[in-house]
């Protein structure tokens, strides 16, 4: 007798750094003997530009003839012939200026940093963390919920099944499903929103209930679980640290509600087919916006089972 086994994968997202390609800037160089290195950068600290924004960039690599070529500065700081000008009087006033290219940002994995160095010599830090490791226990309780949402989608592929959790309680908080009939009828009916708004209501009405008068500003403090609640979530920013599990990517409009929420994860089981705010704008992990998260895309496959 056989039996249906599903099993889930949980693949992470990159975030921006990994996706980003080799980009180059040109700056102005010269050749040099090994001995000259020092007086050529004192030079340079006193007479030109300092560079801006490649600061991953070392100064000075091997020439192929055996000498050394430095970086004088960057061709967007100065011309050529401001350059020349400033060479004249000046031991190095006869050497040829040539422009090179070199990586306009930093490298953020092992991979970019062979492709970078390739082009020019750059620092290289590895990231402190790579890949978000989850324990077992972790695993099954993510396992548990993206099964749910799977059970709870319709046969209608249109229709979008949105819980929200708390890590702590590893209980779901608030849910919805939206069909695409709904999301006509009002723009901002998309699951994400509906599900954010829930956890709004609930907490309001919490608070509420423990004061008459509400603070003027949510505090900002780490979501946390009171010891008086009987294992509630008590929010500290709106959606703070919680976990967000998707039948669909996000939307771009509700991947940023999910970022001013400040949800810990977020884990969907198809992209979307559009492009969603994470797989395809990596939204979730904006240096320029006010919160970053780690998303997942997941998927269940079903398997017989002898």
Known sequence: MSSISRSVGIKRVPIEEERQQLVTELVFTIAISPHQTAQVLKFIGQRLPKLSGIEHVKRVKKHPDGGLLVIMCQCSQ??????????????????EVAEHAVPTVAPYTAEQYDLWKAVWPVSYRPPVIVRTVLSPDDREYIERILRYVADSMSTDDEDVVVAICSPHTRLIMAETTVSQASRKVHPLEHAAMCC?????????????????????????????????????????YLCEGLDVFASREPCVMCTMALVHSRIGRLFFLAA???????????MHSYKSLNHRFSAFQCSITSTDKI
């Open 78 to 95: 100065i011309s050529r012939e401001e350059l020349s000008i400033e060479l004249q009087g000046t031991e190095w006033e006869t050497l």
């Open 196 to 236: 954010i708004a829930q956890v709004a209501d609930a907490e309001l009405r919490r608070q509420e209930s423990a004061s008459d008068v509400l603070p003027a500003k949510r505090p900002h403090s780490p979501s946390t679980v009171d010891d008086d609640s009987n294992g509630d979530y008590v929010a500290g």
């Open 272 to 282: 979307s087919p559009s492009g969603g705010g994470v797989s395809r704008y990596s």
